[in-house]
């Protein structure tokens, strides 16, 4: 593989990023027009009503955040004129065809101008209801393949996908596609459109029956579970990530597409800033529970390898992808971007790093005292992690049901309460369970080719373009970098 320049290749041209809000969104956008100030535009596909409110979702919840303040330092007074110039916020939403696009001037500017699409439009919940999930993840991804395909000078269509489509396969996982209807447990007839009419016969027999809300969303999350499970994936989000590759692999036609697959996605390594991130990640939900002290015990193989790439690298492996595919024609690839293979990191190791930075930068707790923390319990396997609760959950609880009635019907809430945080907790569990006990590890044998080829480039745009998990010494990066960031950026 020959790589040209990177920077060459973002210089004039028109960028469409779907999920323009989201968080891997925000890092491309920026990393885009802070070393390529020549693109030619960025257009942002915005959820909202109309463009004034898209408009103010750009000021709020994007260009207000930290990670913009670089490319405001660089800009300086002309940074509000050059927003204006290069980005255009387009209110929409992919879930529907022409992904809800209703100005028929800038559908056409966007179908004559656009040279490079990225979808990180996604659902990631993996406790989603299915018609969400389903909606977005998957036929969203096929709406955004349809308005590619009136692009008439589309270079590239990168679809970020999740290396997780995999299910609980263990050992090696190939970068392969997935055919159409191919279900992880080998059971024959996986057909997406039923799988549409199964929702919708599911809510019409729900609004027959005058269910509430809460009842409509709680029944769509067990059908999710339930739909994802028969086919041999362990929660709805990889399920429904899966299912959108297998759409897009079907109707592709000559657009060059790329399924670009991140592992668990974490705060930045180095740039624009070391350890910025929003919102509390996968795994940072473990790291800051045990912080506030709430995480007594863990459940999962601490052997297991914990496959995590910064956000920054993530972002980088898209721009070079991009670059690497224009113009190749009905062709496909698949890139893992992770650190299992080069460089595997576990639980234990995480457990211990976790451990040394709240043991010296202890959280406070609302009397202002510092919140000591210890060496987690460790539980490997669900039977044991049963026993734990019971022994100093439920035990104890049912002590109070004998008490006078008076007494019985002062705690009962309070029973009632934690029974159902156990049950949600059990429930959550149950979803997540595949990732504590994980036994794969992702090959990455095309993303090696792809830095190789990005090695051989300028000096400059090797640096500048890094996504080499070899570059990462966990420890440090960890300690120094991304735990201060969920304390500056999360926990505030």
Same mark, same amino acid.
């Given at each position: 593989m020959e790589l040209g320049s990177v920077l060459k290749f973002l210089e004039n041209k028109a960028i469409l990023v779907t999920g323009g809000a989201g968080f891997l969104a925000k890092i491309f956008m920026e990393k885009v027009l802070r070393t390529q100030p020549n693109v030619k535009k960025v257009y942002l596909l915005l959820r909202a009503n109309d463009d004034k409110a898209a408009s103010l979702r750009l000021q709020n919840e994007i260009l207000g955040k930290e990670l913009f303040k670089v490319l405001k330092q660089k800009m300086g007074a002309k940074f509000n004129s050059f927003i204006s110039e290069k980005v255009t916020v387009v209110a929409g939403d992919i879930t529907l065809e022409d992904l809800s696009i209703k100005d028929l001037n800038l559908k056409n500017e966007l179908w004559s101008h656009i040279d490079v699409i990225v979808n990180l439009a996604a659902n990631t919940n993996f406790d989603e209801r299915y018609d969400v999930s389903l909606y977005l $993840?998957?036929? =969203?991804?096929?709406? @955004?393949? &349809?308005?590619?395909?009136?692009?008439?000078?589309?270079?590239? *269509?990168?679809? @970020?996908?999740?290396?997780? @489509? #995999? =299910?609980?396969t263990a050992g090696v996982v190939k970068e392969t596609p997935y055919k159409m209807g191919e279900a992880l447990n080998g059971r024959h007839g996986l057909d997406i459109e039923m799988e549409k009419r199964l929702v919708e016969y599911k809510l019409e027999d729900l609004f027959a029956e005058g269910a509430t809300q809460d009842v409509i969303k709680l029944a769509m999350k067990d059908m999710a579970i339930q739909r994802a499970k028969h086919w041999g994936w362990p929660n709805v989000y990889v399920f429904t990530k899966a299912l959108g590759e297998m759409l897009l692999m079907q109707d592709q036609e000559d657009i060059p597409l790329v399924f670009l697959r991140p592992t668990i996605v974490t705060s930045t390594f180095q740039? +624009?800033? +070391? !350890?910025? @991130? /929003? =919102?509390?990640?996968?795994? &940072?939900?473990l790291a800051v529970a045990y912080g506030k002290g709430r995480l007594p015990c863990f459940l999962g193989n601490p052997h297991s390898i914990v496959d995590v790439i910064p956000a920054d690298m993530v972002v980088n492996s898209i721009i070079v992808a991009a670059m690497a595919h224009a113009n190749e024609k009905g062709s496909v690839r698949i890139y893992h971007v992770g650190s299992s293979v080069k460089n595997p990191v576990n639980f234990n190791s995480l457990h211990e790093i976790t451990y040394q930075f709240f043991k010296n930068h202890p959280c406070i707790n609302k009397s202002g005292n510092p919140i000591i923390v210890g060496h987690v319990k460790v539980l490997g396997s669900? #039977? #044991? *992690?049963?026993?734990?609760? #019971?022994?100093?959950y439920l035990l104890p609880l049912k002590g109070l049901e004998v008490l006078n009635a008076a007494m019985c019907q002062y705690f009962k809430g309070t029973c009632m309460d934690m029974r159902r945080k156990i049950n949600l907790l059990m429930r959550l569990i149950d979803i997540y369970r595949p990732y504590l006990f994980y036994k794969a590890i992702y090959d990455d044998t095309n993303t090696e080719r792809l830095r190789i080829a990005t090695r051989e480039t300028e000096e400059v745009e090797?640096?500048? *373009?890094?996504? &080499? +998990?070899? %570059?990462? $010494?966990? /420890? &440090?990066? *960890?300690?120094?970098?991304? %735990?201060? !960031?969920?304390v500056k950026y999360v926990l505030k």
């Open positions: $993840n998957t036929f =969203g991804a096929k709406h @955004v393949l &349809d308005f590619a395909k009136k692009c008439t000078k589309l270079k590239v *269509f990168i679809q @970020v996908s999740t290396a997780y @489509v #995999s =299910g609980e740039d +624009p800033i +070391p !350890g910025w @991130v /929003e =919102g509390i990640r996968t795994i &940072d939900s669900m #039977s #044991s *992690f049963k026993t734990y609760l #019971s022994l100093h090797t640096e500048m *373009f890094y996504f &080499d +998990p070899n %570059l990462i $010494n966990w /420890e &440090d990066y *960890f300690m120094n970098t991304h %735990l201060p !960031g969920i």
